[in-house]
């Protein structure tokens, strides 16, 4: 830690700067870009709250607002698009489960939701298990994606309600998908891929079958995305990228192999990626900052026990604190 400590000012974490960032993103509402985005709003909200938590500063957002928009997005069935007005989405419903759990709100839904509350969520997410092969849609039309398995395991085990799906065949299916690498394509068959791997062995946790992961032969895989700036990419031969801070190091937590990776190569790469000025964090030093960089270029300087951000659960993405207070510290 002693050579991260001595790094130059623009190489510390700005964090005062990375929370008025995140409160600026929707008093832009004059401008073109904030209406491009509309479609990721509720993740964005997701991702705005859980940075300011991994900040230590949960209350830089109106809780009571932040409850309300989530309202506002949900739909008779249960389900939750990206804004008012949006289709129903597993993944959007999954952001807002994250989000009542995260504000300890799951009592608003139960009270306000639409239906059943919590009960007419899981419903709207148990639907979307193909029964037959134990994979999830993510909506009414049809794709089928590990992403979305992944969320639904993770939603319904945060409202209590995995036994609403056929968890074993769930199981079979991520099997299915596995690579003679050790990594997890989005289908059997398909590539793998960092994102992949992720939800795949994030579901294998929450199912409790990670003794079906090849560790090692995933951990020597995973290790193998750091390149020569410090940074993690996703894939062989492909640039790296902020973002991959969540999806390799992450699965590599799980796994227990974070030691895998150099440590203090990566701190400064993630570092040398902020805006230090305005605030936020970018994919690669120079670029543009956004949300979803400045998100998981933060859970990756927690997974990595960066000093002055918070712990985060590497299977929830969340807080630990919020997955504490939901399953109990023993989990």
């Not at 960032?21 to 401008?31: A, C, F, M, V």
């Not at 830089?60 to 949900?74: E, G």
């Not at 056929?166 to 079979?172: E, F, I, L």
């Not at 998981?296 to 026990?305: D, I, R």
């Amino acid at each position: 830690m002693s050579g991260i400590q001595k790094l130059p000012d623009e190489l510390q974490l700005a964090t005062a700067a990375h929370v008025k960032y995140i409160q600026s993103l929707d008093t832009k509402k004059d401008e073109y870009e904030y209406w491009l985005t509309e479609h990721l709003r509720l993740n964005g909200l997701y991702w705005g709250l859980t940075a300011l938590h991994l900040l230590r500063h949960p209350d830089a957002l109106p809780r009571d607002k932040a409850i309300d928009f989530v309202l506002s997005c949900q739909h008779d069935s249960g389900g939750f698009g990206a804004a008012p007005g949006h289709d129903a989405h597993m993944l959007y419903t999954v952001s807002a489960v994250q989000i009542f759990v995260l504000l300890d709100a799951l009592d608003e839904l139960e009270s306000r939701g639409k239906g059943n509350g919590k009960a007419q969520v899981g419903k709207f997410l148990a639907d979307l298990q193909n029964r037959e092969t134990g994979t999830f849609t993510g909506d009414e039309w049809g794709e089928e994606d590990t992403r979305f398995l992944y969320g639904a395991l993770n939603a319904l085990s945060l409202l209590g309600l995995l036994h609403l799906v056929d968890v074993n065949k769930a199981v079979d299916y991520i099997v299915s998908c596995a690579n003679t690498d050790g990594g997890y394509g989005v289908t059997p068959g398909a590539e793998t891929h960092s994102g992949q791997i992720f939800t795949c062995v994030a579901a294998l946790s929450i199912a409790g079958r990670k003794d079906l992961i090849d560790i090692d032969k995933l951990g020597d895989w995973l290790s193998e995305r750091q390149v020569s700036c410090g940074g993690l990419n996703g894939r062989p031969e492909k640039k790296e990228d902020v973002c991959y801070n969540w999806w390799v190091l992450s699965s590599l937590e799980i796994i227990g192999r974070t030691h895998w990776i150099d440590r203090e190569k990566l701190i400064k790469f993630t570092l040398s990626c902020q805006d230090t000025e305005q605030g936020g964090l970018s994919d690669r030093p120079g670029n543009m900052v956004d949300i979803w960089h400045t998100f998981f270029g933060l859970t990756g300087l927690s997974l990595l026990k960066y000093s002055g951000v918070e712990a985060i659960d590497p299977v929830y993405a969340l807080p630990k604190y919020t997955i504490d207070r939901v399953f109990g510290k023993s989990r």
